[in-house]
C-alpha cells in the first residue's frame, strides 16, 4: 500500500518556482489535438534486450567536429558544447586535441617513473597508482587555443568552433602531492617536467607549487577508465591550467631546478604581446562563458518563450556570477547558475526569456570569486595587442535575425 507522503520545505519552493515559471512559459507549448494517437503509437512488441556496453539511441546525432587534414593524428576535434545539458561533458564527445596520434597502450604493460631531484626515484605500475588515496573532481580542460578564431574576423559560427576545444569531467585519480612526498623532492627543485608516452614525447614543465596543490595524476573519467583519446591509462589533471599542460598518456615526471624550454613552452603556446615580447608561462585559462541555446546555427520558432542557456567557467576558481544581454548589452540581468557549482568546472546558467520576434544581439558575461569579470573584445585587445593567439576569453556575441536564425557577429 502506498503511504501519503507530505511535502518536503524544498519540494514545496521548487513546485511554486515551477508554477511561477509555468506563468512564463504560458502558452509556449502547442495543445495536441488528439489525445488518443499519442497512446496508439505505444509499442505492442517487446524491445531489445539488455546489452553490456550502452550505446545512445540511434536518433542521437551530435558529434565532434573535425577539419580534414593530410595528417589527421595531429589535429583536433571540437565538443558539441550547443547540445549538452549540465555540465558533464560525455566521455564519447570529449574534446580531442592530439600532437601525435592516440598511442594504444596496455595498461599492465604502462610504467609512471618519478625521478630527478628526489630522494627516492619511482617506476609505478597502473594498479599501485589505484591503490593509493584517491580524489574525484569535476573540472574542465581547455585548450588555449579555443575561440582562437575570435581575435579574427573569421569567428566561430556555431558554439562548437568558437568554443568547442573545452570540455569538463569528473577526474579520479590521487593527488600528485601525495606521489611527490612519496618520492622526497630535493630542496632544489622547482619545476616538474611531465612526459606523455605518445610519439612526440609531449612534454610540458609546471611550477612546483600548483603541483604540490591540486595537481592529479587521473586514471578516471566518467566513472570509468580514461579513454584513450583523453590519455588512457594515466593523464595530468592541472585544473585551470591551459589544456596542453594537461599531459595525456604520462609516463614520466621529472623534477628539475629548471624548466624544461620545451617545444609547448617556447616556439608554441607562448603569447605574442603589442610591444613584441612574448609572455610564457601563460598558464591559467581566465573566467569565461558563452550562451549555447539559442547559439549561432540554430533557429528561434516563434516568439515568446526560450531559455537562455550556456555554460561558464574559470581557470580561478568558481564562477560567482553570470549576466545575460538580450538587448545587445545595453541591460544585463542575473542569471540562475546550477548548483553545486564546483570549482574550475564549467556552470551551467539559465535565463527564461520572452523574445518579442524583432532582431536583437544576446550577450553573457562571467564573474569569478576572485572577481574577475570576463572582458569585452575591445578591452582583452586593449590589453594584449593584436599579436594575440592563444587565450581569448572575450564576450561572445550572438545576433538573432527577425526570421529567429541564430548567427554570429
Ligand atoms: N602526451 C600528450 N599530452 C597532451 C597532448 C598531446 O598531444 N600529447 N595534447 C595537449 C593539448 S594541446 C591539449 S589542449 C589537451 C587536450 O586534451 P583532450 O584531448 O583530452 O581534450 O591535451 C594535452 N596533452
Ligand atoms: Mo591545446
Not at 550547443?82 to 555540465?87: A, M, R, S, V, Y
Not at 614520466?252 to 612574448?278: F, H, I, N, W
Not at 556570477?321 to 545587445?328: G, K, L, N, P
Not at 544585463?332 to 535565463?351: K, N, S
Request: a neutral charge; charged letters at 25%.
Amino acid at each position: 500500500m502506498r503511504q501519503k507522503r507530505t511535502e518536503s520545505p524544498s519540494e514545496t519552493a521548487s513546485r511554486r518556482k515551477f508554477l511561477s515559471l509555468g506563468a512564463a512559459v504560458g502558452g509556449a507549448l502547442t495543445a495536441c489535438a488528439e489525445p488518443q494517437e499519442v497512446v496508439e503509437e505505444a509499442p505492442k512488441r517487446l524491445g531489445r534486450a539488455p546489452d553490456k556496453y550502452g550505446e545512445r539511441s540511434p536518433f542521437e546525432r551530435s558529434s565532434r567536429l573535425g577539419r580534414a587534414s593530410k595528417n589527421p593524428e595531429t589535429g583536433s576535434t571540437r565538443s558539441p558544447l550547443q547540445d549538452f545539458h549540465g555540465i558533464i561533458t560525455p566521455s564519447s564527445l570529449h574534446f580531442e586535441r592530439h600532437h601525435a596520434g592516440v598511442p594504444e597502450i596496455d595498461p599492465a604493460k604502462h610504467r609512471l617513473m618519478i625521478h630527478g631531484m628526489v630522494k627516492r626515484p619511482l617506476v609505478l605500475t597502473v594498479d599501485e597508482i589505484k591503490t593509493l588515496p584517491s580524489v574525484s573532481r569535476v573540472h574542465f580542460i581547455e585548450c588555449s587555443g579555443n575561440s582562437r578564431g575570435e581575435w579574427t574576423d573569421r569567428k566561430g559560427p556555431t558554439a562548437q568552433h568558437s568554443h568547442g576545444l573545452a570540455s569538463c569531467s569528473e577526474w579520479t585519480g590521487v593527488l600528485l602531492s601525495i606521489l611527490l612526498d612519496e618520492a622526497g623532492v630535493n630542496p632544489e627543485a622547482h619545476w616538474l617536467i611531465a612526459e606523455g608516452a605518445d610519439a612526440c614525447k609531449m612534454h610540458r614543465s609546471l611550477p612546483l607549487d600548483k603541483c604540490r596543490d591540486d595537481v592529479i595524476v587521473a586514471y578516471g573519467q566518467n566513472g570509468e577508465a580514461i579513454r584513450p583519446e583523453q590519455g588512457y591509462p594515466l593523464r595530468l589533471v592541472v585544473p585551470g591550467f591551459e589544456g596542453n599542460i594537461n599531459v595525456k598518456w604520462l609516463r614520466r615526471l621529472m623534477l628539475s631546478g629548471q624548466p624544461a624550454m620545451g617545444r609547448e613552452e617556447t616556439s608554441k603556446y607562448t603569447d605574442l604581446l603589442a610591444d613584441g615580447k612574448a609572455r610564457q608561462f601563460s598558464f591559467t585559462m581566465e573566467a569565461k562563458s558563452v550562451i549555447t541555446r539559442p547559439s549561432g546555427g540554430q533557429k528561434l520558432a516563434r516568439e515568446g518563450f526560450h531559455e537562455i542557456a550556456g555554460l561558464a567557467w574559470s581557470g580561478r576558481g568558481v564562477i560567482e556570477r553570470v549576466e545575460v544581454s538580450t538587448d545587445d548589452g545595453n541591460t544585463w540581468q542575473d542569471a540562475e547558475l546550477q548548483e553545486p557549482r564546483h570549482r574550475i568546472a564549467f556552470t551551467r546558467f539559465r535565463l527564461p526569456w520572452t523574445w518579442d520576434g524583432a532582431e536583437t544581439v544576446i550577450l553573457s558575461r562571467a564573474t569569478d570569486d576572485t572577481g574577475y569579470v570576463q572582458p569585452t573584445e575591445q578591452a582583452l585587445i586593449a590589453a594584449r595587442g593584436h599579436n594575440s593567439d592563444y587565450h581569448n576569453n572575450c564576450i561572445k556575441a550572438w545576433k538573432i535575425g527577425a526570421d529567429g536564425n541564430v548567427t554570429h557577429v
